[in-house]
């Protein structure tokens, strides 16, 4: 009996890698599994892979936490998890609506294969989890993501579509994967209007969606004033590592922050200095925070769009 469970159970698993190659992840603390993304430019070579995506396995569950740009890449991370455990996955989390985050939402709802069903007890499908502004945000942008996925992936794009969440976070929100909580927490605008922190009281492993960038230059999308201040509050919070949006998992996140806020106060300072001196957009994206070039992958990607991002409103005050 056993060697016919042990065979169903290989099968099984030779069944999943047949469908998809599981994505590479690390366990960068028991039960915690992060996969890093690529520094490539979202206009550029992009692939769907660039945003740090994983997963905390508890007792009696996992969550997920951000899916990828792409059905593709969700489907790969779906396959990692099942390479580790065959606990269901009873959450997946987004930190905030950029499509290189939640593209690979579409992969978890589905069916979820295991090789020893209970007739009794299926499965259920995961409670879909993001902060509450998420939802209208995935509503407002969803045609225009939609669109940006088929010019760069083409039929590749595949299943890939927007999955808004069934649970929403106002405020703080704790969910119990069986002795380990997962602690939300909703931020008030900042690197977007619906940015979500989530902190693994077990190991101390705090993910901060993109509200903190570790070597890719940062990309603003909500407001600068508030992503500042987010930052200050941030750099209070208890972590024994944390898990950037892009780039690799920090000890010291503290150090991490510091640099962070440093191209942004750098980047309104040298913005401000322009308009002051009547110089266009254009000519603000040719110079603004030019200091800070040296210490960021992608800068002369994503410093311009940036400086469009804040110049309207800088201007105007």
């Given at each position: 009996?056993?060697?016919?469970i042990l065979a169903a159970w290989l099968a099984a698993c030779a069944c999943a890698q047949a469908g998809a190659a599981p994505l590479q992840v690390s366990?960068?603390?028991?039960?915690?599994?992060?996969?890093?993304?690529?520094?490539?430019?979202?206009?550029?070579?992009?692939?769907?892979?660039?945003?740090?995506?994983?997963?905390?396995?508890?007792?009696?569950?996992?969550?997920?936490?951000?899916?990828?740009?792409?059905?593709?890449?969700?489907?790969?991370?779906?396959?990692?998890?099942?390479?580790?455990?065959?606990?269901?996955?009873?959450?997946?989390?987004?930190?905030?609506?950029?499509?290189?985050?939640?593209?690979?939402?579409?992969?978890?709802?589905?069916?979820?294969?295991?090789?020893?069903?209970?007739?009794?007890?299926?499965?259920?499908?995961?409670?879909?989890?993001?902060?509450?502004?998420?939802?209208?945000?995935?509503?407002?942008?969803?045609a225009t993501y939609l669109r940006s996925l088929a010019r760069a992936f083409g039929a590749q794009a595949g299943q890939s579509r927007l999955v808004p969440p069934d649970q929403t976070v106002a405020r703080r929100l704790t969910l119990?994967?069986?002795?380990?909580?997962?602690?939300?927490?909703?931020?008030?605008?900042?690197?977007?209007?619906?940015?979500?922190?989530?902190?693994?009281?077990?190991?101390?492993?705090?993910?901060?969606?993109?509200?903190?960038?570790?070597?890719?230059?940062?990309?603003?999308?909500?407001?600068?004033?508030?992503?500042?201040?987010?930052?200050?509050?941030?750099?209070?919070?208890?972590?024994?590592?944390?898990?950037?949006?892009?780039?690799?998992?920090?000890?010291?996140?503290?150090?991490?922050?510091?640099?962070?806020?440093?191209?942004?106060?750098?980047?309104?300072?040298?913005?401000?200095?322009?308009?002051?001196?009547?110089?266009?957009?254009?000519?603000?994206?040719?110079?603004?925070?030019?200091?800070?070039?040296?210490?960021?992958?992608?800068?002369?990607?994503?410093?311009?769009?940036?400086?469009?991002?804040?110049?309207?409103?800088?201007?105007?005050?």
């Amino acid at each position: 009996m056993r060697r016919l469970i042990l065979a169903a159970w290989l099968a099984a698993c030779a069944c999943a890698q047949a469908g998809a190659a599981p994505l590479q992840v690390s366990q960068v603390a028991p039960g915690v599994y992060v996969h890093i993304g690529q520094h490539k430019d979202i206009e550029d070579g992009y692939d769907g892979d660039i945003a740090n995506i994983g997963f905390v396995v508890g007792q009696e569950a996992v969550a997920v936490i951000d899916t990828g740009g792409s059905y593709a890449v969700g489907k790969a991370l779906r396959e990692a998890i099942r390479q580790i455990t065959r606990l269901p996955i009873r959450y997946v989390i987004n930190t905030h609506v950029h499509p290189d985050h939640v593209f690979g939402n579409a992969a978890f709802v589905e069916p979820d294969p295991d090789p020893y069903p209970d007739p009794a007890a299926p499965a259920a499908p995961p409670r879909l989890v993001g902060h509450a502004m998420l939802p209208q945000a995935m509503h407002v942008r969803s045609a225009t993501y939609l669109r940006s996925l088929a010019r760069a992936f083409g039929a590749q794009a595949g299943q890939s579509r927007l999955v808004p969440p069934d649970q929403t976070v106002a405020r703080r929100l704790t969910l119990d994967l069986g002795g380990r909580k997962l602690e939300l927490t909703a931020w008030p605008r900042a690197h977007t209007d619906n940015d979500l922190t989530v902190f693994d009281v077990a190991s101390g492993t705090l993910w901060t969606g993109d509200l903190l960038f570790v070597e890719r230059t940062p990309s603003i999308d909500g407001d600068v004033a508030g992503w500042l201040a987010a930052t200050g509050d941030l750099a209070r919070l208890p972590a024994v590592r944390t898990v950037p949006g892009h780039g690799p998992v920090v000890r010291d996140k503290n150090r991490a922050l510091a640099r962070q806020r440093d191209y942004l106060t750098v980047l309104v300072r040298d913005v401000r200095a322009s308009i002051r001196a009547g110089s266009d957009m254009a000519a603000a994206m040719a110079t603004a925070a030019a200091s800070e070039r040296a210490r960021w992958q992608l800068f002369d990607a994503v410093n311009p769009r940036n400086v469009s991002a804040i110049y309207p409103a800088l201007e105007w005050e």
